[in-house]
């Protein structure tokens, strides 16, 4: 509507200048009329033009604003992703310290039960070796009592008492 209007007065303005460019008192220039065609020519052409030229320029700054927004989206999903890596990142560091405490501590409870494990051997070999000598040395004296008193049997011509028979195997013995 407004286009209407500004046309309509656009033209109710050169009308006259139109009607008086055509006179032929006046010198032979052409440049007023030229001029006034000009104008016509520019208002009609906006007339029918402007909407169109609004148009593609409104779709091409629409174009570039979706342009810019899919960049923009596209930047903030990358900034995400990487705030994302940067805390699974603080994540795997916390979880590799536990790790590593936790190992450290299995290997001291290792080296405890190792080291346990280890005397407990040991003192079950000293007892059997304390068994072993005491059974060895047992084993000595009744040899030694053995010998000492097949000796006394077979030799005939030895004549002991009861008291110096056990005194000879006590001093054996000992």
């Known amino acids: 509507m407004k286009k209407i209007l500004l046309l309509l007065l656009l033209a109710g303005l050169f009308a006259p200048l139109a009607l008086f460019a055509n006179s032929d008192s006046s010198v032979h220039t052409d440049i007023i009329s030229r001029s006034l ?58 979880l590799s310290i536990k790790i590593i405490e936790g190992a450290s501590s299995d290997v001291k409870l290792i080296e405890e039960k190792v080291e346990t494990n280890t005397k407990e051997e040991i003192n079950i070999l000293n007892k059997h070796q304390e068994q072993r000598m005491q059974s060895q040395s047992k084993k000595s004296k009744h040899e030694a009592l053995g010998e000492v008193l097949d000796e006394l049997f077979d030799d005939k011509n030895i004549s002991l008492t009861q008291d110096e028979l056990a005194q000879i195997i006590i001093k054996k013995v000992a």
Do not use: C
């Open 37 to 94: 065609n000009f104008v016509v020519f520019f208002i009609i052409m906006w007339y029918l033009l402007a909407s169109k030229l609004r148009a593609f320029f409104a779709g091409r700054k629409e174009g570039i604003q979706a342009q810019l927004d899919k960049v923009q989206d596209l930047l903030k999903a990358s900034e995400d992703k990487t705030l994302a890596a940067k805390q699974k990142l603080e994540d795997a560091k916390i």
